[in-house]
């Protein structure tokens, strides 16, 4: 502590956001990376090849139908949505840096995508004989996920980075995520649909251990942007609601072909619509008058479709659904009225969006639920087929029990915290260098540092006007801004 | 009518709008009973169960792809985009209750889609052999339907009611609605693939039928909130698209397979299509100077997609989709010029979203439509076995004629009609008992009721900054404003 | 040039913005005919009638899923949403323009649809036994990619026209694409997927030639209106995402079964990542300070979509697709810093939207990149069998070599070229008519003239409110407002 103190006080600099060479340095070089790697790593599977006609014939395939295209492909459109539009807009809350919430989103999850495409592909769909990485839809999926975990800690830091820190986050951040998920899925071999653990548990410390990292103390300098106003809350809606509205398809975007991802949007459907109840429950409750609070509307209703990602593909029950939503709007909106000021006035942690109550402590729930539903999953329940289908037990695993899968479960939930809060130390150093264009302290949240931002009408003053026929707001900016050529 | 007074006098009484406790517990109470009514009931069906593979070798299925979550999970998720964005958003269109239009929209859709689930399940999906409910994507599609009835009767009520009474309003609403899909589906075995009776009638008189009980002679007190601002009407935009596009999987939603949901599908595409020109036509030729009307554009637009819906199904033909779109636009847009403010002047009817424009009008013309086009249908024009798959002449239905089938359509409608009276009449009473916290005549319309409302920069304060680094907009609003405990 | 320029002269005379019997005679006139012509010409093709069935069996078509429909309505819906959200909302980004954006896109793609599909019908779906045009969801996503053509050259022309000029202009618009995509298709034998000729190389021109022909020497009489505020930024930047999101479903959506899909998604999910990080770095280049450009994240990340269009189905391999974004990303950005206000200043041409970085120049890089990728297509590369499927050879163009086909594909761009500029300069000459009701110059991208616009607050001032119970805004809007009857 004393040691990271220390350091921090000699990261403390003259700020200066101007990020002119280093962004476009950062972005050119990383492309080409990409270009590069991907001409020598990247290819079509089998499946997305124009050989598809032969392999079809030679698998004995019947019908185009049976491309996985068509069994992933809609739920992949829908996840692209809730990386792009759905935690984009769900950012957008804050009164001065909506542009920064989608905008910096959209770059980061631009660059991710890529970048996990390639580390999952080493991993997971490596051709040894040619040593190429063979891709399709479901690697699209793959690397929107695996974007999903950098665009938590984003989070957190909201309003308080550079894009180029972003850059920075996302670049390791996917790496970590790739060898978490390497362990998680392949070596541990827990069982993971919809990513509570690998996405959510371990984006969510992440995020919170950098922002640790990045404390600063005098953040009240820029408090008067941190709230909302009514039209930035009402765009954030936007983000809320294709995150809740599609988050089935996240959760049974990547689970087996049939049973699998039908069971998996029926389970999240449900935990999504109990969690909505028992939030605006808390938030009515715990609030003076009775008045609901927007923050907890916009984030805690989601809690649901997180705690119920690891277990939804497994027979986990409509009621168990429910309970588990219930649940998660329960703990998630008592942890933005109690735990977020906690953390921010005791932690040191100042998590913008309330990462810790939306994805850290519902995955870690989610985590839990699956290694219980595992560990309780039997022949009965399950048919003996089911089982060995819904598990995985074949292979080098063929003889694994449930208790026993119900332990590897748990274990994985360790991993992916360990990785979130180391990484988040590494990162976060990383992060703390003078060198990539952060924003001082009272100019935290705003977008002028990184955008150019128009004139608003309301950025000008009052006056009579006169003349009739100019909207008012009009005239005053004439009277007030000076600009030669104004209106008119 | 004399009784009904004197009932409303009685409940006029002093408006409390704190829902602090009546809220969390019809809230906590009723999730709790979901959880125990789902853990009685509800389990998968067997295509969403482990045990989909014993399932497929006993039925002789090929493949996964047969899975019925590959045929409908698309348009389910279409169909709840337009629940949760397209209904939540069109009701953004106030100046001040945007957070109560989408807010409310989302707690009532969330907590209706769970009583939906049991409500039609025991009527439609209940196992016989271990009195278990079984269900699939389809009932989720079919839960998002009953919603929306209730979410349509919300359009009539909005900005006059309390959360309570809305889930009062839906826990009936849902209720009847099931008994009356049963009675049109199976006993008088009637066709609404589109739910134009069974949803849009019901859900537009039952709303109606409420916001006469619920009369507001002063509402003229917060008429200043009644209308839209320029961004509201942008934001309602959002609403009216996903809507409109996103209508054809509605409406195909739960057609037959194959040829069932692809004509459903162009019907509905093509008769919305129609719709916004005639709608644009009448919205120009009825204002001053030509000019539209956004209520139109955001509403009427949207009157073809209902129409169209018992009919979509049908052998309705190409021009006769554009044919009952283009009297659709003509008629719901001279509703909304016409009929709406006779209905608020002469028959004490409050209707805040147009629904009678918008759905309990264009819901009873396609009940006609359907009838006629049922009554019309032949051998010749559908095939033999056409005819029996698109109305299900079989079992006890084997020997039903095509004109047989007009008259049980028209019988539906009326059904449908009385469901909505009726229930309107009764729930309306109870929603005017003293108790449920609804809003005060010159607090309707204002999110301040319910809702933690931020600060707005317009309306804010604090004190003459000389500081540059703040933009100009606050440091002219805190010349004008004066409000002491602005932002902390 | 002088002709041009005389005729302009004659053109030009006193204003008329009120279309109160121009708009309505023409949306009435055209959709009666549309319900004429759909009588006449248009049924259900055999997947979408009733008579399914019967085929199914006739055709050996083992189950209902082999139907068009499951291959491709997900990708209509996609597609559906970029027309209307995405091209609609893309729109809203000027401050008093939103309405006509999103309002005016509705309506003329509403109309143009039905117009597209008896065009192309004619041209592609005639059935010569009964003389009738057969359609089914295929030929729904041709018309909507029919109607793309006419919103991109709105785009050029936005806030500049009335909206009946837009009707003639869709009306003509959907005329010339039908037939240019005839020759391109069918004739020249050209492949295009995604359109980047015939949909973007074609709308891009036709709307710059218009724009060029409806010069306007004194637009900056209404400059003050031309730029964005911060909110309306916002709402461009979900029309921008929707593009960009749905960009693989658009130029996927007709690509062969199977294999062809899935690569055209891969290829146009990579090629639009590239282009984010090219265009961020550009647009951070080239600003002072360092600061990015809403103008360039809104519309150069983009230009890899459109850019990949023509060779999305081909082996363009993913590094492939990453090199095409990349440049686009580049080449974009560096058109709305340069290029726009050099065609402004210099050619008379004024390009509200860019649509010349955005569509026209993409898309012949586009064609390019098609041509070198067909003429480089190799058996040894795509297989024998799937060099046939991917370019057509078959039937008379069996003995067809890729080299061959390269230069097919140049000529097919050129063909789109020529449309693009000779439509351009018949319609742009038709829309000089002074009885369209355009607007004059100093009321240009302002909703007042064919809109019905509400007070909005800030349209109101300021004063020391006393009255707590209402909102500031209300009680200064009571006492300064005053207009008795608002809007003019």
């Known amino acids: 502590m004393g040691a990271a103190q220390?350091?921090?006080?000699?990261?403390?600099?003259?700020k200066n956001t101007n990020v002119r060479l280093s962004l476009p340095a950062v972005c050119i070089i990383w492309q080409t990376a990409m270009v590069i790697l991907f001409g020598i790593f990247i290819r079509y599977n089998e499946e997305s090849d124009t050989h598809w006609v032969e392999h079809k014939k030679a698998a004995n395939i019947s019908s185009d139908i049976e491309n996985d295209f068509y069994y992933r492909y809609p739920s992949f459109q829908d996840v692209h949505v809730m990386i792009f539009v759905g935690f984009g807009f769900l950012m957008t809350f804050l009164k001065r840096y909506s542009f920064g919430g989608v905008g910096f989103n959209f770059l980061i999850a631009a660059f991710g995508l890529q970048w996990a495409l390639l580390m999952q592909g080493w991993f997971h769909s490596l051709d040894y004989t040619d040593g190429k990485i063979k891709i399709g839809i479901e690697n699209l999926i793959n690397a929107d996920f695996c974007v999903a975990g950098c665009l938590i800690a984003y989070g957190a830091l909201l309003g308080k980075v550079s894009p180029v820190q972003l850059m920075v986050l996302t670049l390791f951040g996917v790496t970590l995520f790739a060898v978490e998920e390497y362990i998680i899925l392949n070596i541990i071999h827990a069982k993971d649909a919809g990513g509570s653990m690998v996405i959510h548990t371990f984006g969510g410390y992440y995020g919170l251990t950098m922002s640790w990292m990045l404390y600063r103390p005098n953040l009240k300098q820029?408090?008067?942007?941190?709230?909302?106003v009514y039209h930035s809350d009402v765009f954030a809606m936007i983000g809320t609601l294709f995150l809740w509205m599609f988050w089935p398809s996240f959760n049974s975007a990547i689970a087996g072909h049939g049973d699998?991802?039908?069971?998996?949007?029926?389970?999240?459907?449900?935990?999504?619509a109990s969690t909505v109840l028992t939030?605006?429950?808390?938030?009515?409750?715990?609030?003076?008058?009775?008045?609901?609070?927007?923050?907890?509307?916009?984030n805690a209703t989601l809690a649901g479709g997180v705690a119920v990602g690891t277990a939804a593909e497994f027979m986990l029950m409509?009621?168990?659904?429910?309970i588990v939503g219930f649940?998660?709007?329960v703990l998630s909106t008592l942890g933005y009225i109690y735990i977020s000021p906690f953390m921010e006035k005791y932690m040191k942690i100042q998590d913008t969006c309330g990462i810790h109550n939306l994805h850290a402590m519902p995955g870690v729930i989610g985590g839990i639920v699956g290694a219980v539903t595992a560990a309780a999953a039997s022949?009965?329940?399950y048919g003996h087929e089911?089982?060995?289908?819904?598990?995985?037990?074949?292979?080098?695993?063929a003889s694994m029990l449930p208790s026993k899968q119900g332990g590897h479960q748990a274990g994985a939930l360790c991993v992916a915290i360990c990785f979130g809060i180391g990484g988040g130390i590494i990162v976060g150093t990383i992060l703390r260098l003078p060198i990539w264009g952060d924003p001082a302290d009272d100019s935290c949240f705003d977008d002028e540092a990184y955008w150019e931002v128009p004139n608003d009408e309301e950025s000008i003053p009052a006056m009579p006007p006169y003349n009739n026929h100019m909207r008012n707001k009009d005239v005053m900016e004439s009277h007030f801004t000076m600009e030669p050529n104004a209106r008119q």
């Open 327 to 329: 649940c998660c709007g």
């Open 386 to 397: 089911g089982l060995v289908n819904t598990f995985g037990f074949t292979g080098n695993f």
């Open 318 to 322: 409509p009621y168990g659904s429910l």
């Open 222 to 228: 820029s408090s008067h942007l941190q709230g909302s």
């Open 260 to 272: 699998g991802q039908h069971r998996a949007a029926i389970n999240t459907y449900l935990a999504l």
């Open 6 to 14: 220390s350091f921090r006080n000699i990261c403390d600099h003259q």
């Open 379 to 381: 022949d009965s329940v």
């Open 279 to 298: 939030t605006v429950a808390i938030s009515s409750l715990f609030q003076k008058h009775g008045k609901l609070d927007m923050v907890h509307i916009q």
